[in-house]
């Protein structure tokens, strides 16, 4: 009888375009491909914490498409930042119930960037909502997150894709980035110029980690989509389920990772 593997899931940040990952881990555990360890960055440490909780992919979308997100958050009087995360904490303890890294059913990381060290920090154990809010805070829309003596800020800053918690620990490394840029015939204005260049300093970002990747999966196109394009929350989701099942197919060694008593079972 085959022992189960330790299965290390990476997943990148990316705004709204992480939704993808939510796909991705459908179509994985629909295989038998349950992770033992998540990492995440920004908008991946949210899924990442949704799903380690316990919630199944779909059931998290429907969160993300009902939850008007910008109604938690509240102006920043300061000049580091528009808006507070603060108050998006209130939805974090709604859905999770609880701010303790131990009580998740699926051990999870996840990144964040001190600002003022210049160092990526790593969270994986005691209060779970700040390091959340801490690994996806924009630097410049959001003030930076406090912890003890660290003003800390989005994780994709240094590391959009935290495969290194996971070395040492899985037998095998699946990374997830939600941000290949399609080819661009026509950069209009200077918001897409913008845009572009951030999301490639990202993506290079993510590809200096791939080679640590036993699987490196990154659904097509998504950084066409703009980081807080929620309407197109359902396509996104679709895009990161089919591109993976295609994969899957495409690559059957991945099917080695599959725990056969996982296969269409809730987490």
């Not at 969160?63 to 603060?86: E, H, Q, W």
């Not at 108050?87 to 119930?97: A, E, K, M, Q």
């Not at 640590?212 to 197109?232: H, Q, R, T």
Request: proline share 5%.
């Amino acid at each position: 009888m085959k022992s189960k593997m330790n299965v290390g899931l990476a997943l990148s940040g990316g705004g709204v375009r992480g939704i993808a990952h939510l796909g991705v881990i459908k179509a994985l555990n629909e295989v038998g491909i349950v992770p033992t360890k998540v990492s995440g960055t920004s908008a991946g440490a949210i899924a990442g914490a949704m799903y380690c909780q316990g919630y199944l992919p779909e059931e998290i979308l429907q969160i993300i498409v009902d939850t008007n997100y910008f109604k938690f958050m509240r102006p920043a009087i300061s000049l580091t930042g528009f808006f507070k995360m603060d108050s998006v904490g209130n939805l974090f303890r709604l859905y999770l119930g609880h701010d303790d890294f131990a009580q998740l059913k699926i051990p999870l990381t996840v990144a964040a960037t001190d600002i003022k060290k210049g160092k990526v920090r790593y969270y994986s154990e005691g209060e779970l909502i700040r390091p959340i809010m801490a690994s996806s805070c924009i630097p410049g829309m959001f003030d930076p997150v406090v912890i003890g003596k660290r003003f800390l800020v989005d994780g994709g800053v240094l590391n959009n894709m935290p495969v290194e918690p996971l070395e040492g620990f899985s037998d095998s490394i699946i990374g997830v980035n939600c941000n290949q840029l399609p080819e661009e015939t026509n950069i209009g204005n200077m918001k897409k110029l913008i845009e572009r260049s951030v999301i490639m300093a990202m993506n290079y970002n993510a590809y200096s980690r791939k080679y640590k990747c036993d699987f490196f999966l990154e659904p097509p196109g998504l950084g066409k989509y703009g980081v807080f394009d929620i309407k197109k929350a359902p396509e996104l989701f679709l895009i990161g389920y089919d591109y993976t099942l295609k994969f899957i197919e495409e690559n059957p060694a991945i099917l080695e990772l599959a725990d056969e008593s996982a296969k269409s079972l809730d987490v």
